[in-house]
Structure formats: C-alpha cells, structure tokens
Nanobody
Framework: QVQLVESGGQLVQAGGSLRLSCAASGRTLSSYAIGWFRQAPGKERDFVGCINWGDSTTYYADSVKGRFTISRDNAKNTAYLQMGSLNVEDTAVYYC????????????????WGRGTQVTVSS
C-alpha cells in the first residue's frame, strides 16, 4: 500500500507560481511512478504529468508543457509539481497518484491516490 498526501495548494494571482508536494509513505517508490492530475468544477479529472521515480523521466500534458515541472526527492519520498505562468484555467483540485511501473496518462491505471489540494488562480 502507498499513502499519498498533497499539500501546497492556495490562492495565487494569474502569472504567479506555486509548488505542490506529494508526500508518500508505506513503501519506497523506486519502482513506481507518480502522476499528477487535476479536476476543475464540473469537469473530468485530467492528466497533468508524471514522473518515473527510478530514473526521473517525466511526461507532461500539452496544456502545461513548458510551464509545469515535476521532480522528486528520494530522501524525502516526496514528489513535487512546480507550476509557473499560472492562469485561471489552471484552477482545480490537484491530485497525485501512484502506480507500479512507468507512468501513463490514464487515471484508471493508478491505484493509489491522495485527497487533493485546491489551487485557485485569480485574474
């Protein structure tokens, strides 16, 4: 079992930056991937990006490519989502999720989820 807890969400102005954290416990993540997803009110949960823990390879949705960066700290068993050039369309609840093996864009393939953290971008 993997337990995940997100933190760092808050209200931020458009154009600003924010870093979210995803703290993992229960097991080491050397053979896992962490995915970041987001869900805006009334919309489906969308893939944001993912990182393969073992080699730190990352993959991003086109909507955030060049603005968001995912990283991980092995010693802290924590993944991060650094968000920049935020706009109102980035407003959502952000979730991290974990799966064994490599990451992918499909939320159904991630068995472990955090409860989410709210990010609100004001214009």
């Amino acid at each position: 079992q993997v337990q995940l807890v997100e933190s760092g969400g808050q209200l931020v102005q458009a154009g600003g930056s924010l870093r979210l954290s995803c703290a993992a416990s229960g097991r080491t993540l050397s053979s896992y991937a962490i995915g970041w997803f987001r869900q805006a009110p009334g919309k489906e949960r969308d893939f944001v990006g993912c990182i393969n823990w073992g080699d730190s390879t990352t993959y991003y949705a086109d909507s955030v490519k060049g603005r968001f960066t995912i990283s991980r700290d092995n010693a802290k068993n924590t993944a991060y989502l650094q968000m920049g050039s935020l706009n109102v369309e980035d407003t959502a609840v952000y979730y991290c999720a974990a799966r064994a093996g490599t990451g992918n864009i499909y939320s159904a393939n991630y068995p472990y989820w955090g409860r989410g953290t709210q990010v609100t971008v004001s214009s």
